[in-house]
């Protein structure tokens, strides 16, 4: 068998792998009984332990070092052997005995942070998040980096970035947008986000939100959309990616929004080819562009004037409580800026202000100036710098994300790095379909899903981001179209200069 076959059977059978797993999770989070998790847990780790060890095997490494420089692979093949190999060297860095043993810490932490944040008692997480930031650090370490250690963890998120990149893109979005939040809240007049509100049946809000995903070229063919009480999206196969959802009785931006937001991570995979699946490469460029397909769904379309002319009778037909709402009103209503202090709530003028202050406390964890001892205060003066309010206890502050306790620094600025690339590329989508607004106001979702699948979703993970960018839009990322986009859409909404 020569090596190109070789490699590609090695990568379909880990696809097939990582496929029983997505199932397997999917189940666990949407539909497993609660007794079912002991040995569910069993049989997750066996199969997981496999797909590892196919992914850091010596045949792997042999193949992709025979194949880097063959000039004859498919576009798709190439990026693979570079995503794959990039992988494999991280995995390979890492030496097994340490993986266990972060296994174990990893699931202890996490024990120890939901108890913690249950107490509202940052006490109780501290030595556990020393111990989670240590091998970090160590971490860092062994993928190795040029400037910052930081570097070496954001890789495995959002390749090609650093901790200089990012500060070059926040400087000038915090310098705009910080002013701009206080100008919207001294002197615009906040639109009436009581129209969302009120007491709606559940089973009809899920009907909505399969109407809404429908509407945007989600595939129910090749999909699926189940309660759970995190909502995610997940591939299980090329032609199987299923969409989770959860509803709040009293408020209905919560399912509805939440439902357009994993449409748009579900019609990224389901827009990508088969042959990505099974070349190991069905994740996307990176988390971040990963994340701006789902905000760009959530935000620029369904947070907008056109989605609600459109999507305000289908509204009524479900809830006709809203026969009378005005598009204009219940745009208003989606588009409140209330600076709060829990992350996933947050506005989108709000929103980056939560991962900017993540981004430089963890950074700062990750090379030493910073203390685990000292998070919780510094946490609470970045909040009053940035978003104007103060946790009046941990819970609400320092302790309520997970990621932390799973070790997984450098996660975060891809979320803030998803709304930038988001707006970069409406910009450009905007550019080459000038009647977007008119489209999608009459119900028309074609043309945006065609743009997105013709120079977003069929590359997968095939470039990395900052490549990406520069062959869409013919430049890396540049905070200022969110900036304008931001300025714009508020200033309008909140009837400001
Ligand atoms: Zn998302």
Same mark, same amino acid.
């Given at each position: 068998?020569?090596?190109?076959?070789?490699?590609?059977?090695?990568?379909?059978?880990?696809a097939?792998?990582?496929?029983?797993l997505?199932?397997?999770?999917?189940?666990?989070?949407?539909?497993?009984p609660?007794?079912g998790g002991?040995?569910?847990?069993?049989?997750?780790a066996?199969?997981a332990?496999?797909?590892?060890?196919?992914g850091?095997?010596? $045949?792997l490494g /042999?193949? !992709?070092?025979e194949?880097?420089?063959?000039?004859?692979?498919?576009?798709?093949? +190439? *990026?693979?052997v570079?995503?794959?190999?990039?992988?494999?060297?991280?995995?390979?860095a890492?030496?097994?005995?340490?993986?266990?043993?972060?296994?174990?810490?990893?699931?202890?932490?996490q024990?120890?942070?939901?108890q913690?944040?249950?107490?509202?008692?940052?006490?109780?997480?501290?030595p556990?998040?020393?111990?989670?930031?240590?091998?970090?650090r160590r971490?860092a370490?062994y993928?190795t980096?040029?400037?910052?250690p930081?570097?070496?963890?954001l890789?495995?998120f959002e390749p090609?970035m650093?901790?200089?990149?990012?500060h070059?893109?926040?400087?000038?979005?915090?310098?705009?947008?910080?002013?701009?939040?206080?100008?919207?809240?001294d002197?615009?007049?906040?639109?009436?986000?009581?129209?969302?509100t009120?007491?709606?049946?559940? $089973?009809?809000? /899920?009907? !909505?939100a399969?109407?809404?995903?429908?509407?945007?070229?989600?595939d129910?063919? +090749? *999909?699926?959309l189940?309660?759970?009480?995190?909502?995610?999206t997940?591939?299980?196969?090329?032609d199987?990616?299923?969409v989770?959802?959860?509803?709040?009785p009293d408020?209905l931006?919560?399912?509805?929004?939440?439902?357009?937001?994993?449409?748009g991570?579900?019609?990224?995979?389901?827009?990508?080819?088969?042959?990505?699946f099974?070349?190991?490469?069905?994740?996307?460029?990176?988390?971040?562009?990963?994340?701006?397909?789902?905000r760009?769904?959530e935000?620029?379309?369904g947070?907008?004037?056109?989605?609600w002319?459109?999507f305000?009778?289908?509204?009524?037909?479900?809830?006709?409580q809203?026969?009378?709402?005005?598009?204009?009103?219940?745009?208003?209503?989606s588009?409140?800026?209330?600076?709060?202090?829990?992350?996933?709530?947050a $506005?989108?003028v709000?929103?980056?202000?939560?991962?900017?202050l993540?981004?430089?406390?963890?950074?700062?964890?990750?090379?030493?100036?910073?203390?685990?001892?000292?998070?919780?205060r510094?946490?609470?003066?970045?909040?009053e710098?940035?978003?104007?309010?103060?946790p009046e206890?941990d819970?609400?502050?320092?302790?309520?994300?997970?990621?932390?306790s799973?070790?997984?620094?450098?996660?975060?600025?891809?979320?803030m790095l998803g709304?930038?690339y988001?707006a970069?590329?409406f910009?450009?989508l905007?550019?080459g379909?000038?009647?977007?607004?008119?489209?999608i106001?009459?119900?028309d979702?074609?043309?945006?899903?065609?743009?997105?699948r013709?120079?977003?979703?069929?590359?997968?993970?095939?470039?990395e981001p900052t490549?990406?960018?520069?062959r869409?839009?013919?430049?890396?990322?540049?905070?200022?179209?969110?900036?304008?986009?931001?300025?714009?859409?508020?200033?309008?909404?909140?009837?400001?200069?």
């Amino acid at each position: 068998m020569d090596t190109r076959t070789a490699y590609r059977e090695h990568l379909a059978e880990m696809a097939r792998f990582a496929s029983a797993l997505a199932l397997l999770g999917w189940d666990q989070h949407a539909h497993m009984p609660k007794k079912g998790g002991v040995f569910r847990a069993q049989v997750t780790a066996m199969l997981a332990q496999m797909h590892f060890e196919r992914g850091v095997s010596d $045949d792997l490494g /042999r193949y !992709l070092d025979e194949l880097k420089s063959d000039t004859s692979l498919s576009e798709a093949e +190439a *990026g693979s052997v570079r995503r794959i190999g990039k992988e494999y060297k991280r995995e390979k860095a890492i030496p097994p005995a340490l993986i266990a043993e972060v296994a174990a810490a990893r699931s202890e932490a996490q024990q120890a942070w939901a108890q913690a944040r249950q107490a509202s008692d940052f006490s109780m997480f501290k030595p556990h998040l020393e111990k989670m930031v240590d091998y970090g650090r160590r971490f860092a370490d062994y993928y190795t980096y040029d400037e910052h250690p930081y570097d070496g963890l954001l890789e495995g998120f959002e390749p090609g970035m650093t901790v200089n990149q990012l500060h070059e893109i926040i400087e000038p979005l915090r310098a705009q947008t910080v002013p701009f939040l206080k100008k919207l809240l001294d002197e615009g007049e906040a639109p009436d986000p009581s129209l969302l509100t009120g007491t709606f049946d559940v $089973d009809v809000q /899920r009907k !909505l939100a399969h109407r809404a995903l429908e509407a945007v070229g989600y595939d129910f063919d +090749a *999909g699926a959309l189940d309660d759970v009480p995190h909502p995610f999206t997940t591939s299980i196969g090329p032609d199987d990616v299923r969409v989770t959802n959860r509803y709040a009785p009293d408020y209905l931006g919560s399912g509805l929004f939440a439902a357009l937001h994993e449409g748009g991570h579900a019609i990224y995979n389901q827009g990508m080819p088969t042959d990505l699946f099974l070349l190991g490469i069905p994740g996307g460029s990176s988390n971040g562009i990963h994340e701006s397909q789902s905000r760009m769904i959530e935000n620029q379309i369904g947070r907008s004037l056109p989605f609600w002319r459109f999507f305000q009778p289908i509204l009524a037909e479900y809830f006709p409580q809203f026969s009378d709402a005005s598009p204009d009103d219940l745009y208003r209503a989606s588009n409140h800026v209330s600076p709060s202090l829990i992350r996933v709530e947050a $506005d989108e003028v709000t929103y980056n202000f939560h991962i900017m202050l993540r981004f430089e406390l963890e950074a700062g964890l990750i090379d030493g100036s910073i203390r685990v001892a000292d998070l919780p205060r510094l946490w609470n003066e970045a909040m009053e710098r940035y978003v104007g309010v103060v946790p009046e206890n941990d819970a609400v502050g320092v302790l309520q994300d997970v990621h932390w306790s799973m070790g997984a620094f450098g996660y975060f600025p891809s979320y803030m790095l998803g709304n930038l690339y988001a707006a970069q590329l409406f910009d450009t989508l905007r550019q080459g379909r000038p009647n977007l607004d008119e489209e999608i106001a009459s119900g028309d979702f074609t043309g945006l899903l065609g743009w997105l699948r013709e120079h977003v979703h069929q590359y997968g993970a095939i470039y990395e981001p900052t490549e990406l960018m520069t062959r869409v839009t013919g430049k890396p990322l540049d905070s200022s179209h969110f900036v304008n986009y931001i300025q714009d859409k508020f200033s309008a909404v909140y009837k400001v200069k």
